[in-house]
Nanobody, 130 residues
Framework: QVQLVESGGGLVQAGGSRRLSCAAS???????????MGWFRQAPGKEREIVGA????????DFADSVKGRFTISRDNAKNTMYLQMNRLKPEDTAVYYC????????????????????WGQGTQVTVSS
């Protein structure tokens, strides 16, 4: 019912910045209402982890401790697009980054539990060189 497409990945030097985008499309007549959206990442040999998430309204967000103060999330509901701005990148940020959507609950809820996310993008690779 929902298709998510990430873009913006690539190679960046440590200390640099990168912005990822996630475009969402919901099928006509779908009963699924987009709610909180999140960014996740998975490095080789590691489990997928949450990077951060944002409420439907965009007024609230939360982040994993490893990226707090370096990454921000925003969304433009008119464009059905979410963004991940990554600053001061480190080699340990190297991973495949995924966006995902959770079902709408209210305007302000930020979903941080991976199991609550219903739809996923295909991922985009971010490689940070030292």
């Amino acid at each position: 019912q929902v298709q998510l497409v990430e873009s913006g990945g690539g190679l960046v030097q440590a200390g640099g910045s990168r912005r990822l985008s996630c475009a969402a499309s919901v099928r006509t007549l779908s009963t699924y209402a987009l709610g909180s959206m999140g960014w996740f990442r998975q490095a080789p040999g590691k489990e997928r982890e949450i990077v951060g998430a944002i409420s439907w309204s965009g007024s609230r967000s939360d982040f994993a401790d490893s990226v707090k103060g370096r990454f921000t999330i925003s969304r433009d509901n008119a464009k059905n697009t979410m963004y991940l701005q990554m600053n001061r990148l480190k080699p340990e940020d190297t991973a495949v980054y995924y966006c995902a959507s959770a079902r709408y609950t209210n305007d302000w809820y930020v979903e941080m539990k991976i199991r609550e996310y219903d739809y996923w993008g295909q991922g985009t690779q971010v490689t940070v060189s030292s």
